[in-house]
């Protein structure tokens, strides 16, 4: 049976339940997917000063991500080159070196082995070099974001982002003094396979049912949805950015410049938010400055999010642990130099939708676990329909243009089969408007 | 806003108040009970107009909510928007709702000069739903003013939960 069925005549997207619930096919993806992408490591603000450390698991597997004295980003794997213990447990702190309590071994920011009690009994050919702390095949970064891969047979960062860069773009550019991660970390769970929140992460067709009672808390805030919901000049459309990655986006007129989908900025925050949109605007030309004040859903592939719909941007990563378990974890993002107000603003927005005690993902999180509970019956209810959009020719965000491109991607990392673009790939275009929407700026 | 939350946070030097702790336990099984219940919207009308209700992420317990990401940062009207979704059963994930119990010790209370009484106490809460039960535990540091038929009313909750992961919970969609 196989695992995708797209159907473009009819047309007819079809994805098999198997491969939410089964096991093996687990494995392959580990060997397929996670071991042959770049993976998301962390972002550059993380590790700010010299022997800063945050520790995770990427694909898999602990790491170390660190800077090291001469502030290059460091990533190693968090296991002692002697007997494999993991050396650091503690999620992130400071450091000049890493130290193994086992048996006393320290190593340096970076990962030269500095110290070892007893040298003198392992003989005179012992060679401190053959035993640094072993690191990921490669380790690139775009715009401070840091990825690995765990295979050297792998095309160089920008090329495996595609077009993706430019999106990235759009959240690099949102200060000139640089983009941080603030402090604090949602490291959460879903009892869900991991591939349903790759598909959760840009689904603009469950908003209005599923975050319901989001709506509610915007309307009787005084928002008026009727404008962010508007199909102007300029909605929000799906589009493929190559080897899986999609993204859905729109310009101003989807309720941009002001906060999107958050509650509305107060007369001081609007003020400051649109001083900021001139500034860029003068930096970077109008049509950009009005992609960067609307918002966007972008899926890297596999498993990275980044999400600016609420004025507060989230970054999320996460990987299965098994068929039916993914663990989750998410961060802020945010401009270094907000103004108090504007901070304040991008804060409650971030916080009232996002993470496990949002108004907003936890019924993600109930979502896709009922997801998985229903796919208990996979083997006589086989099928989810993934069509939505594929018989029109423009796809707006509450089509599913952006899951088909990743189970495309999905289907020949683990079967081969090559599958024709549904649309034209949006390739690197630099900072320029959206293709195919009218830019609401005169 | 900040002030008030630092000097509910901070450790008090002297003993807690006997009295007056056995007053606030009281008080906090009152709560308890209107959370177990579900009788959600008696339990909002404990609070203050200028309330707050804080959850800080596993990761920075110590959290500032002015810099660092939090699980939950809600003042009074988005206390009430969470209050009314979880009684009218569109927030999806209680619904239908699970069962809990907040089980509430080690109160201790003291009274500040300006009238209102600092607490901390430890919680767990159970949750329960299908086949599975999620144990929060974790410690409350309020600010609570005389005044209301229950005696007191809540100006500033933060509950810290005691966990280094929200794992396997994934969520906190009940009320801590």
Not at chain 1, 8 to 13: D, L, V, W
Not at chain 1, 131 to 148: D, M, Q
Not at chain 2, 155 to 176: K, M, N, Y
Request: proline share 5%; charged share 25%; hydrophobic share 40%.
């Amino acid at each position: 049976m196989p695992y995708v069925i797209d159907d473009r005549e009819t047309p007819r997207f079809r994805v098999a339940r198997s491969t939410m619930v089964d096991a093996a096919i687990l494995e392959e993806e580990r060997r397929n997917i996670f071991d042959k992408s770049w993976l998301f490591v962390g972002h550059e603000s993380e590790i700010d000063n010299p022997h800063d450390f945050r520790t995770r698991n990427v694909g898999g597997r602990p790491i170390i991500f660190t800077r090291n004295a001469d502030r290059e980003v460091r990533v190693f794997v968090n296991s002692c080159p002697h007997r494999g213990m993991q050396i650091e447990t503690r999620g992130e702190g400071h450091g000049r070196f890493l130290k193994c309590f086992y048996h006393g071994w320290s190593f340096n920011t970076s990962g030269d082995l500095v110290a070892i009690p007893g040298e003198d009994s392992y003989g005179e050919n012992f060679d401190r070099h053959n035993l640094c702390l072993v690191r990921p095949a490669k380790v690139e970064s775009y715009r401070g974001f840091v990825f690995l891969s765990w295979t050297n047979d792998i095309a160089d960062l920008q090329t495996y982002l595609a077009g993706a860069t430019d999106i990235l773009d759009l959240f690099a550019d949102q200060s000139e003094l640089g983009m941080q991660i603030i402090g604090g970390s949602h490291l959460y769970s879903v009892q869900a396979n991991w591939k349903l929140l790759s598909e959760n992460s840009a689904d603009g067709y469950h908003a209005l049912t599923t975050h319901h009672r989001y709506l509610v808390m915007l309307k009787e805030s005084g928002k008026d949805l009727s404008k962010v919901f508007a199909a102007g000049p300029a909605p929000f459309m799906g589009y493929d950015l190559g080897n899986g990655h999609a993204v859905i986006g729109g310009a101003d007129g989807t309720g941009g410049g002001n906060s999107g989908l958050g509650r509305d900025l107060s007369g001081d925050g609007l003020l400051q938010q649109m001083k900021r949109r001139d500034r860029f605007a003068e930096l970077y030309g109008a049509d950009w400055a009005n992609r960067m004040f609307s918002g966007r859903n972008l899926v890297i592939f596999p498993n990275l999010a980044v999400i600016d719909l609420i004025m507060g941007i989230t970054l999320r990563t996460y990987y299965p642990v098994a068929p039916g378990y993914m663990e989750v974890s998410a961060w802020s993002l945010q401009p270094k130099d907000d103004d108090p107000e504007l901070r304040r603003m991008r804060q409650e927005n971030f916080l009232t939708f996002w993470g496990p005690a949002g108004l907003a993902t936890p019924d993600d999180v109930e979502a896709l676990q009922r997801c998985q509970r229903g796919f208990a019956a996979h083997d006589v209810a086989p099928w989810n329909d993934i069509s939505r959009g594929m018989a029109s020719e423009r796809k707006i965000f509450t089509d599913e243009l952006q899951m088909r491109v990743f189970w495309r991607e999905w289907d020949r990392r683990m079967t081969g089969t090559e599958h024709a673009p549904e649309t034209p790939q949006l390739g690197k275009r630099g900072r320029v408007g959206w293709p195919g929407q009218l830019s609401s700026t005169p | 806003m900040s002030t008030r939350n630092e000097s509910a946070v901070a450790a008090p030097a002297q003993m807690a108040d006997a009295e007056l702790s056995r007053e606030v336990e009281l008080f906090l099984y009152h709560d308890a009970l209107l959370l177990d219940e579900w009788r959600l919207r008696e339990w909002f009308a404990l609070f203050t107009p200028d309330c707050e209700y804080l959850i800080p992420t596993t990761d920075r317990p110590d959290g500032d909510p002015e810099h660092d990401l939090f699980f939950v940062r809600d003042d009074w009207f988005l206390l009430s928007q969470r209050v009314d979704a979880l009684v009218d059963g569109t927030a999806w994930t209680e619904s239908p709702h699970s069962i809990t119990k907040h089980m509430v010790n080690n109160v201790m209370a003291w009274l500040d000069p300006d009238g209102s009484v600092a607490i901390r106490a430890n919680f767990v809460v159970y949750r329960s739903a299908l086949s599975t039960v999620d144990v929060y535990p974790g410690s409350y540091r309020m600010r609570l003013l005389r005044g209301g038929p229950a005696g007191f009313e809540i100006q500033s909750r933060r509950c810290t939960l005691a966990l280094a992961q929200l794992r396997p919970h994934g969520r906190v969609s009940v009320i801590l």
